[in-house]
């Protein structure tokens, strides 16, 4: 089966190869040397002289008619920066909507205007950078060629690191809001981004997402379908001069965190601590980077989510530590959705052999090598250096990674990659509860392929893991490949996880198994009236092993609609089949359990609905109704969203599943609330509040955050969390309490 999927996908893919484009759009910019002052107003003389370029046209909700607003950009630079400065036509009578005035806002929620860089003309790795009305900045890493990947789940695009957010660089902007237009200024630093020395073009593109009528725009078409970001639909910046090799640039971001817990279920009862740390980001040259931390601390990141878990699996939950999210996609974005080599979230995490309860094992220090080591050839090396915990029977563990990423073709690439977790470091006299000589290793090679126009998509990988010297059955292996156009989508998606495949690092809730889903999505796409579009869609997914056969199976027929205002409604039905391979409780109350080997047919029913998340008042709804094993299940939820634009965002959401079995099995009602609220005082000073209730996990969370950036990059956070036992809504039976405070200052040497 594994070959002839193979030979299936490296024919699709020779048959997809485009060798020829419809030529380019360009953009000429001028070398300049007059200073610029970020106002908002096109003052600088050197704009008169500078080339405009206009005529945005919709890639949505059309890809075939010109943009209902105009847009128009001009573009220039000198030795250390990129200036570009953008009109945008507007509906005065109408306001922005925007929830916050935080930097790396949503683009589906706010109007901006953005502009991509393919610097290496790769068409696979960039750079966006993006303005709103209120001065507010987001910049983004790209990769994948800015559809994600299969790594993220069976053929959907949009994987993980394919938009990256969380990447953070200084760089300098204006904006102002006039009578019928808004416009905004760019500065952008050479040295914040990586490129080729002496090259005279890079592949550019830019977009505007517009509230006001609804519409997203492109310089550079885009196909329906396709990412706003997509790198193989760009135009072509081109400069006057070769760019020169960037100036090595450094940045320290020293901090200094304290902390206070008083905790009410483990000992010590109170605990108190006060560190300092650095970070350092040095650009080794106009293309590689090494990222250094010293005793990191993450006391400001945002909390998880805490949802209901009605599978027999582990929930994956995302990274949100900007030094494991900063070029993530080199050591995250492998595999499968349920076959991940490397999961940084494991990295500062160890099993406690005393309780059996994750503790927290620190990050003593960690290294970050990742860039381009020449045209075709990408590196990334991960250490970290974690602490022993001997009163957990935890030693210290080094964490290791490296991988190689060559480009194929035009856009794909092949890699290879190795993973070690290993005990280092410790006092041989001090006796832990693991073997101070064990270790974990996985290697794998993975290719991903896709056409020049990045209609078709492939993967191929293998991974391997070792456990001193142990082989047999630790492996996982995957073939995969999609095909889209404006009017339909159809994947494959094939892989398999061995028995003892063991990457410790990594995220593999089910082992023992080979996975296929081939899927196929139509989309009728009318004219004249508010649908966008709509269609049917088929998925079916199963997973089988040598002994047991087909264990389950998943028939989903769905249809979708798609709205001009961004709302969307999806209708599933849902025919399953589940083949326990042991005792299984879905109740979660220890009571009676469903009988390993025990064989269920079940059918059930789901709505998916959101509004447009482009107006004050968005709703979120979800349904489900139905069998579930040998019962019944039903559930609703939803998450209702009122902005106050730009100063206040308020959520409110919550989730109710009812699950219903025969006698002796147990009833059960699982209940979760969730509050948000967001206040924006300024563009530089913030508070939010995250307010949860899990009857499942029994637990109350509240977490409070307050943050100042009194300069660019550079914070202080004050960050208050409470768990209480969810048995007791008056918040009188207390779990933990803790208080910390985060100062981090961003110094560019």
């Known amino acids: 089966m594994i070959t002839r999927l193979i030979l299936i996908i490296l024919l699709l893919f020779g048959s997809q190869i485009v060798f020829s484009q419809s030529e380019k759009r360009k953009i000429f910019a001028k070398k300049v040397s007059e200073e610029i002052v970020l106002d908002g107003e096109m003052n600088e003389s050197f704009w008169k002289d500078a080339q405009s370029s206009s005529d945005f046209v919709q890639y949505f909700p059309r890809d075939t008619v010109s943009a209902q607003l105009e847009t128009e950009f001009r573009v220039a630079y000198d030795d250390k920066f990129i200036y570009i400065f953008a009109k945008m036509e507007d509906i005065s009578s109408m306001k922005f909507i925007l929830g916050d005035l935080k930097r790396d806002f949503f683009g589906g929620s706010t109007d901006y205007i953005s502009f991509t860089f393919d610097t290496f003309q790769d068409e ?104 706003p970001v997509n790198l193989s639909m760009t135009g072509i910046l081109e400069f006057e001069f070769p760019l020169e090799k960037s100036s090595q640039s450094m940045v320290l971001i020293p901090y200094i965190s304290g902390s206070g817990i008083r905790n009410k279920v483990a000992e010590p009862d109170k605990e108190s601590d006060l560190d300092v740390g650095l970070d350092m980001k040095l650009a080794l040259s106009s293309s590689l980077n ?92 991960l250490n970290m250096q974690t602490a022993k915990l001997s009163s957990s029977g935890v030693p210290s563990y080094n964490y290791g990674m490296a991988v190689l990423e060559k480009n194929v073709f035009k856009n794909s690439k092949i890699s290879a990659f190795l993973i070690n977790k290993q005990s280092l470091f410790n006092d041989k006299s001090v006796e832990y509860a693991h073997d101070l000589d064990d270790f974990n290793r996985v290697f794998g090679f993975e290719s991903k392929l896709q056409s020049n126009n990045t209609k078709f998509k492939s993967e191929l990988y293998y991974h391997q893991s070792t456990e001193n010297d142990e082989t047999e059955g630790a492996n996982s ?54 649908l966008n579009s709509h269609g049917p869609g088929i998925d079916y997914e199963f997973y089988r092993n040598k002994l047991n056969g087909v264990t389950d199976y998943d028939i989903d027929i769905d249809y979708n609609f798609r709205f001009r205002n961004q709302s969307y409604l999806v209708l599933k039905t849902n025919f399953l089949y589940t083949k326990l391979l042991n005792d299984f409780d879905p109740s979660r109350s220890d009571g009676v359990p469903l009988a390993a080997f025990s064989e269920y047919n079940y ?58 079995f025969p006698a002796p099995y147990s009833n059960a009602n699982f209940f979760s609330l969730n509050s948000k609220i967001n206040i924006s005082f300024s563009k530089d000073l913030f508070f939010s509040t995250y307010l949860q209730y899990n009857n499942q996990i029994d637990n109350i969370n509240l977490n409070a955050r307050f943050q100042w950036r009194f300069q660019p990059l550079s914070d202080i956070f004050l960050v208050y969390t409470d768990n209480y036992y969810a048995d007791n809504p008056l918040f009188l039976n207390l779990k933990n309490r803790s208080f910390a405070f985060k100062i981090n200052y961003w110094i560019n040497i």
């Open 124 to 227: 696979t790795n960039g750079y966006n950078f993006g303005l709103s009305p209120y001065n507010i900045q987001r910049e983004a890493l790209l990769s994948d060629g800015g559809e994600g990947s299969f790594s993220s789940g069976g053929g959907s695009r949009g994987g993980f690191g394919a938009f990256n957010i969380n990447w953070n660089t200084k760089w300098f902007s204006g904006a102002k809001v006039h009578d019928g237009f808004w416009t905004g200024e760019f500065k952008i630093p050479f040295s914040s981004i990586r490129y080729k020395a002496g090259s005279n073009t890079w592949n550019f593109n830019s977009h505007r997402g517009n509230s006001k009528v609804d519409e997203g725009s492109i310089w550079s078409p885009i196909q329906l379908g396709f990412s």
């Open 477 to 530: 292996y995957g073939a995969n490949a999609s095909y889209e156009e404006r009017n339909f989508e159809t994947n494959i998606y094939f892989y398999g996880v061995g028995e003892n495949f063991n990457p410790e690092v990594g995220f593999v809730p089910r082992k023992d198994y080979v996975f296929l889903s081939p899927s196929f999505q139509y989309k009728f796409l009318p004219e004249g009236n508010s």
């Open 290 to 381: 090494l990222d250094l931390t010293i005793n990191p601390d993450f006391s400001q990141v945002e909390v998880d989510e805490q949802r209901t878990n009605l599978t027999r699996f582990e929930l994956f939950l995302p990274e949100k530590r900007e030094f494991f999210t900063d070029n993530g996609d080199l050591f995250s974005n492998l595999g499968s959705r349920e076959a991940r080599p490397m999961f940084t979230r494991r990295i500062g995490i160890a099993r406690d052999t005393t309780t059996s309860q994750y503790v927290q094992n620190p990050i003593l220090f960690g290294a970050k090598l990742s860039g381009k080591i020449n045209d075709g050839l990408r590196v990334g090396v």
């Open 603 to 660: 059918v059930n029913h789901t709505f998916y609905m959101r509004t447009s998340e482009r107006r004050l008042l968005s709703v979120r709804l979800n349904g489900k109704i139905g069998q579930f094993f040998n019962g019944k299940i039903k559930t609703l939820g939803g998450t209702l969203t009122y902005k106050f634009p730009p100063y206040l965002n308020i959520s409110l959401g919550s989730q109710i599943n009812d699950l219903d």
